[in-house]
């Protein structure tokens, strides 16, 4: 079974594959005309300021074609690997544009998961930031019942067994593995210590098993009310207050050590 079936699917991407920028850009639109998904991206963008650090540098925001984070923060530096409307650089995250510690932060929403070479970024990364600064990402998470959701819906990859970090990546989009920041900063955090030292991690606010999935998404029509998200929001974050075991989303948080 392939979810959503057509008849659910939304008319802006319906037709259309997933990497073509066109998706991308009708994406942005479905983000800020469906009330409920709208406030869930608002509730991740929160979580994305109050992590950013003071300071100098400017903040570059990787993925930035299917959201509307510069419109809250209309100083960052919005790219993405297409050229589409709202971004100010096309780039490759693994090979950034960028002088040696001019950042202040990279931020990211349900990007990172579609980074071929995550090694490759987390380099980058920590050759454009500087000390002090942070890279900041909403991504899914691993739980029994996230692997159930996608074993069920398969909207896109998610393995949690793969022995690698990596994946092909030649295709922007669709070639992902949703499991992919659990793996690196959860299940192999001892191998991301060893081989990344100058990073610290940190893991905010897992959570979320129900509020997504009744938003629709990026790829339904369907969508619970914009009223009822503050309901569903506080009942997700009752849950998993309590468990661990129902976590879909995550906030990532590296931080770039201060060297002595």
Not at 29 to 37: C, N
Not at 169 to 179: T, V
Not at 210 to 224: D, E, N, T
Request: charged share 20%; aromatic share 12%; proline share 9%.
């Amino acid at each position: 079974m392939t979810w959503p079936t057509t008849w659910l699917a939304h008319p802006l991407t319906k037709g259309l594959s997933v990497d073509d920028p066109r998706t991308t850009d009708a994406r942005r639109r479905i983000i800020l005309e469906k009330p409920f998904l709208r406030r869930i991206y608002s509730d991740w963008y929160d979580q994305i300021g109050a992590a950013l650090p003071p300071g100098p540098g400017a903040v570059l925001e990787i993925g930035s074609g299917g959201g509307f984070l510069k419109q809250r923060y209309p100083e960052l530096v919005a790219s993405d690997i297409f050229s589409v409307p709202g971004v100010d650089v096309v780039l490759d995250a693994t090979a950034l544009p960028f002088r040696d510690q001019s950042l202040r932060a990279i931020v990211m929403t349900n990007v990172l998961h579609h980074i071929g070479t995550p090694r490759s970024f987390i380099a980058e990364a920590q050759r454009c930031v500087r000390e002090g600064g942070r890279v900041i990402c909403v991504e899914p998470w691993f739980s029994p019942w996230a692997a159930l959701v996608m074993r069920i819906v398969r909207h896109e990859p998610f393995d949690p067994d793969t022995d690698a970090w990596g994946f092909d990546g030649n295709r922007p989009l669709s070639d992902s593995n949703g499991a992919l920041p659990w793996i690196m900063f959860e299940r192999d955090r001892a191998l991301f210590r060893r081989d990344f030292p100058a990073w610290d991690i940190a893991i905010s606010r897992p959570g979320m098993p129900f509020a997504y999935l009744l938003s629709g998404g990026v790829s339904s029509r369907l969508s619970a009310p914009g009223w009822s998200f503050p309901f569903f929001r506080y009942i997700d974050t009752l849950i998993t207050d309590r468990t661990r075991l129902l976590d879909m989303f995550a906030t990532v948080i590296l931080t770039r050590r201060i060297l002595p």
